[in-house]
């Protein structure tokens, strides 16, 4: 009998302790981080949440309040005008000589702002009266 009670016990106790354990994990899975200062959830499909990407041993620190947190760059270039232009093909290297990216050439015969692929900045062609 006294056994059995041990038993018992010692399985109650590790009960306890796993119950605590998978409340803890609960927890921090159930507490949401933000992607970025100046944005809540993901920008892209294919894109983890911060909380699923930032796992593994190489993530050790969970306090969220001591890791870099820079703002998104999708809301950041947002904030940048639409650069109008006359031409029909307009090339973007990123500016800033070797801080740029390779020159990309973008077509914007759409009726519509056309973003570089590398940088985000958009472009938009003016539409005059008179045709060349």
């Not at 990123?94 to 740029?100: D, E, I, T, V, Y």
Request: with cysteine; net charge positive; glycine share 6%.
């Amino acid at each position: 009998m006294l056994r059995t009670v041990t038993r018992l016990a010692a399985t109650s106790s590790r009960s306890v302790t796993l119950a605590r354990a998978m409340s803890s994990a609960a927890d921090k899975a159930a507490a949401v981080v933000p992607q970025a200062s100046n944005r809540a959830t993901t920008w892209s499909p294919s894109q983890k949440a911060k909380q699923a990407a930032t796992t593994g041993p190489r993530f050790e620190q969970t306090n969220w309040d001591l890791q870099p947190n820079p703002p998104s760059a999708q809301e950041l270039i947002q904030a940048v005008p639409i650069k109008w232009v006359e031409a029909r093909r307009v090339s973007c290297d990123g500016g800033g000589g070797a801080l740029g990216h390779p020159k990309v050439y973008i077509n914007l015969d759409k009726d519509q702002p056309m973003s570089c692929g590398y940088c985000g900045l958009r472009f938009q062609q003016k539409h005059s009266d008179h045709h060349h």
